[in-house]
């Protein structure tokens, strides 16, 4: 038989699984458990390592605990085995849980969003387009309520009465001084049959009002896409005027070390000096200044977006492309209003055709109105329907139950209700003859809420095109501009950079370089805004072309 130490020697040569089965194998077990139980902070650590080491201890052990006759043994090895698997378990598991709140918090500040990515967030967590889907809804269960209407009421109704006194009688319509107790049932059901078409132009009603919202709905999502875009572009272009400031202030501070060396050089005055540091100044000024708009920039885009995090967000860079058929963005492709051979190609906003539930783009507005009118159109002719007679149809049964308080016998419970049962079915035919002029008053409005809708209808056709060609029309402008702004910035550089050449040759003045460098800047700051507005306008011509925007 082989030692203890010579066992687990073989174990420290040999990997854990390999030696506990050498273990297992080799030992007499039943005189091997207290040495193992001696040995065992050094087979349990081991078993932590991996699951895979884990299982293949447990394995071992358990191939053992079969070979083994001590109960007690046994009980004790499944204990070591279950804690050492039980404290490993913990381990993982708060080991994931830090690594995923770390990964969270990489992400959340590493991630770079694109603007289309914040708008389907800002579309996510709107607070307006929620109180919106809870307005559909509600119009759903309008409309629930209206098909409800076609099918038939039925109600149950039971009574208990005392009587003490002088009363009736319930059993012979009587008066009588005797104490009685009465108990009635009763279950009816009606339907009606004629109500002037009113349940089927209600229905319809509902049905227009359900689809109206729907497209409401769809409108408040672009307008919450419109208003994050427009928030991005403008983070994007305080990103950007920060950076030319930047670069403005480094350029002042390079012309001011040249200066001061000039200075130095009897090549220029104090005076020189001094105008040359009031406008590195100014520089860094102008810096805080974009850096402040550039954060209130950003906080406003989370405000679009619903999410007020402090951690700040890291915004893909917009490629502006001033050509019409540039691709720097997924809203630049089929967007430039031309065919092939440079005419231009229009796309009408649809008129009564609206079909379908819902419509994308400047649709959903059009379509939101188209509804409003076939709303106000049923609700006339629901109105209409209160002036014809209406016809309904009833039926029902009923039983009671009747005991004397004074008497010492009454009738059983159920012969009383056999033999009291009573049936009936009834037609009812209601004529509207006056009803002070109510329904004169109401068919009146609904005509007027009808024409209003109309109107509105109209007028939201106007300005739907008129938008959309405006819309095309500042891209054509923007366009031009942005043309002109590359001409112009390159014809600034070149005068900077001659004048900046004349101040070295001592030939111009501080004065002098400061304006072009003014002039300089305004021309970047203008053709960066001229091509960003080229983004803007194209997803506004896109949107009243009536594609969808995410």
Known sequence: MLGCEEVFGTHKACNEHNSMCTFAQTFNYRNSINCFMRHSHF????CQTTMIAASR???CLMMMLQLLNDDAAKQTYRRVCLAALFLLLVQLGLSAQTTAQVQAQNDDTTTVW???DCMRYAVAHSHGLRQRELQLDNSEATRLQAIGAFLPSVNASIGTQWNFGRAIDPETNTYTSVS???NGYGLSTSLPVFDGLYRVHALRAARADMLMQKNALQAERDQMALETYQAYVNVVYAQEAVRLAEEKLSESKMILQQTQVMEE???KSPAD?????AQVASDELMLTRQKGQRETSMLELRKVMNRPSPQSLTLASLTPDPSPRGEGSIYLQGMNGNNEQGEEVTTPLPDKEVQGGGSAGARSLLAQSFYAVESARHSLRATRSSFFPSIS???GINSSYYRNLDAAMTSPFRNQLKNNLGKYVSLNLSIPIFNRLGNIASLRRARNNLCIAQEQYAAKQTELEVLRQQAWLDVLVYQKEATQGERKVAADSLAYELTRQQYAQGLAS?????TSAAILLQSRAALLQSRLMIFVKKLQRRYYEGLNLI
């Open 114 to 116: 694109t603007v289309e």
């Open 510 to 514: 501080p004065i002098d370089l400061q």
């Open 43 to 46: 087979f349990l650590p081991k």
């Open 57 to 59: 201890c447990s394995n």
């Open 393 to 395: 149809l009833s039926a």
């Open 180 to 182: 009685t107790f009465h």
């Open 265 to 267: 050089e009897g090549l």
């Open 273 to 277: 000096v001094a105008q040359v540091e």
